[in-house]
């Protein structure tokens, strides 16, 4: 496994990618990808998650195309005066969105879970997120160890409907997250975060 950087340094630097090189991402590395991500843990051991990378040009237009028009569409082609730099970012995401080199939709698989789905009767969303969410995390950090780059987006939820038609998702599968997945324009870097003593406290709250 081409994995050369240890899992601290991956989390450290799992920066979200917003700009990508066309580079082409190999089959294997999606299939090494997803492989970790189904090492995650999940609620009873269900496995509610499916998987579906994206690769086909074609696809990646129509789905890109979809996500740029809601992004924007909800938060402007412009940035507001004073918007917060993520917002620029997530932005130059959603304009190239249609020529990422592939994604992945992952799915929670509702068929797989405690309660599973009765056909016909809508899905309750969000039921199997915590398990679904591991295994997300799971994916990006496979990937950054591979060297490529990653971004949670959860703005194609309101195309729903038209992305599980074009790809042939059943109704028992909820869109959980559409990441692009390829290798980024420039370096990672280092995650910038609020410290971790700002956010901890020992024995009781607020105690250092
Ligand atoms: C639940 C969730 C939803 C998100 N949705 C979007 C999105 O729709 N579009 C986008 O570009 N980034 C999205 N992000 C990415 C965040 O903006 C990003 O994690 C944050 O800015 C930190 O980026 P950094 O890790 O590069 O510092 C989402 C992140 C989370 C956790």
Not at 95 to 104: F, G, L, R
Not at 107 to 132: L, N
Not at 167 to 192: A, K, Q, W
Request: proline share 10%; aromatic share 8%.
């Amino acid at each position: 496994m081409p994995n050369e950087i240890g899992l601290l340094e991956a989390i450290y630097t799992q920066r979200q990618i917003t700009r990508y090189r066309p580079d082409p991402v190999p089959r294997e590395a999606i299939e090494q990808i997803i492989d970790a991500a189904i090492r995650a843990p999940s609620g009873g051991n269900t496995q509610p998650w499916h998987f579906i990378a994206i690769t086909d040009p074609e696809l990646i237009e129509k789905i890109g195309s979809l996500y740029r028009d809601l992004w924007l569409g909800s938060l402007g082609a412009t940035p507001a005066p004073g918007e917060s730099p993520v917002y620029g970012a997530a932005r130059y995401l959603a304009q190239h969105m249609p020529e990422v080199p592939a994604m992945i939709l992952i799915c929670a698989d509702h068929s797989r879970g405690h309660a599973p789905h009765t056909p016909g009767q809508p899905i309750e969303r969000g039921r199997y997120a915590s398990s679904v969410w591991l295994a997300i995390q799971n994916l990006f950090l496979a990937a950054r160890a591979l060297g490529l780059g990653t971004r949670i987006t959860t703005t194609h939820i309101r195309g729903e409907e038209q992305i599980k038609q074009w790809l042939g998702i059943p109704d028992h599968l909820e869109t959980v997250c559409l990441t692009p997945l390829g290798y980024p324009r420039g370096s990672f870097g280092e995650t910038v975060r609020t410290p971790a003593p700002q956010v901890t406290s020992f024995n009781h709250y607020g105690a250092p």
